[in-house]
Nanobody
Framework: QVQLVESGGGLVQPGGSLRLSCAASGSIDSIYTMGWYRQGPGKQRELVAAITSGGSTNYAESVKGRFTISGDNAKKTVYLQMNSLKPEDTAVYYC?????????????WGQGTQVTVNS
């Protein structure tokens, strides 16, 4: 009973910026991880960035220094600030929430939002 609603995707030129947001609702524990994955044409889904409810973050090497993930525990919302965008960043971006209950992992996914980077 967890729902994730994404927004912020769109079309941008190389070097531009976008900010994605994902709001979670439902039965969410106090300890969880939220993150962003992406899947480009003909590619596997890959982790872009993630943040824990404690504030720890990790990034894919390809986006370090360009993307910043942040979260609001009270709102159960995660953001992805995307700067210096490249054509290689073009993909459908999916929000993810993971929580562990009694040693079992549960994963929830948003519907995806398209990010297109071209001239």
């Amino acid at each position: 009973q967890v729902q994730l609603v994404e927004s912020g995707g769109g079309l941008v030129q190389p070097g531009g910026s976008l900010r994605l947001s994902c709001a979670a609702s439902g039965s969410i524990d106090s300890i969880y991880t939220m993150g962003w994955y992406r899947q480009g044409p003909g590619k596997q889904r890959e982790l872009v960035a993630a943040i824990t409810s404690g504030g720890s973050t990790n990034y894919a090497e390809s986006v370090k220094g360009r993307f910043t993930i942040s979260g609001d525990n009270a709102k159960k919302t995660v953001y992805l600030q995307m700067n210096s965008l490249k054509p290689e960043d073009t993909a459908v971006y999916y929000c993810n929430l993971n929580q562990r209950r009694r040693w079992i992992d549960y994963d929830y996914w948003g519907q995806g939002t398209q990010v297109t980077v071209n001239s």
